[in-house]
């Protein structure tokens, strides 16, 4: 399975951007997609999630301001981030892992997009 990732940019603060994410091919069984962020010199961060029943979890610090949606057939997965903050600048990477996870079970990543908020 690929994970292939769109969209990040350059965007100063207050601005918006979409990043998207589809695996190719799909994945029937239930799973979870969404993004993780890294920036320099700190941990890999859950940023926001949803399952393909639809479910989403967000971080705290991104509450309110970036909303995730997914398109299921299409097993891809959006994020649109609004009122964009310097501290949101990092590595976003897409994954896609099982609902319920098990031993050796997959866990995919992609290959990462920036996304710059500076004035």
């Known amino acids: 399975v690929q994970l292939v990732e769109s969209g990040g940019g350059l965007v100063q603060p207050g601005g918006s951007l979409n990043v998207s994410c589809a695996a190719s091919?799909?994945?029937?069984?239930?799973?979870?997609m969404g993004w993780y962020r890294q920036a320099p010199g700190k941990e890999r961060e859950l940023v926001a999630v949803i399952s393909s029943a639809g479910v989403a979890d967000y971080k705290d610090s991104v509450m309110g301001r970036f909303t995730i949606s997914r398109d299921g057939a299409k097993n891809a997965v959006h994020l649109q981030m609004n009122s964009l903050k310097v501290e949101d600048t990092a590595l976003y990477y897409c994954n896609l892992r099982p609902a319920v996870a098990w031993p050796g079970s997959y866990n995919y990543w992609g290959q990462g997009t920036q996304v710059t908020v500076s004035p």
């Open positions: 091919p799909s994945i029937l069984t239930a799973n979870v």
